[in-house]
């Protein structure tokens, strides 16, 4: 069975930085894109940012700068460093595994609760 597990979150102060990881296991993980999603409460789940298999990154518009998404591919694992935290980015950060190709294939993990806070 595929698991994405996270880990990372925590409670941390405006202004600082969180380092966030998720390992991905049975699949063939170089080949897939890896993103990170966040939920905040009575909001709907938002991109945050992805990487493909070649290393190409896409970040949303409000974390640019600020974040930044890479991947082990030797470690079955992707990273996001966050810098600067504000308040308003507390949610709970999904992992996420796509692989687009005959069919459609794609994981999530549970998530990891990252709360800005002072």
């Known amino acids: 069975q595929v698991q994405l597990v996270e880990s990372g979150g925590g409670l941390v102060q405006p202004g600082g930085s969180l380092r966030l990881s998720c390992v991905a296991s049975?699949?063939?993980?170089?080949?897939?894109?890896m993103g990170w999603y966040r939920q905040a409460p009575g909001k709907q789940r938002e991109l945050v940012a992805a990487?493909?298999?070649?290393?190409?990154?896409n970040y949303a518009d409000p974390v640019k700068g600020r974040f930044t998404i890479s991947r082990d591919n030797a470690k079955n694992t992707v990273y996001l460093q966050m810098n600067s935290l504000k308040p308003e980015e507390t949610a709970v950060y999904y992992c996420?595994?796509?692989?687009?190709?005959?069919?459609?294939?794609?994981?999530w993990g549970q998530g990891t609760q990252v709360t800005v806070s002072s």
């Open positions: 049975r699949i063939i993980f170089r080949s897939y894109t």
């Open positions: 990487i493909t298999s070649g290393g190409s990154t």
């Open positions: 996420n595994a796509d692989l687009r190709g005959v069919v459609r294939q794609n994981y």
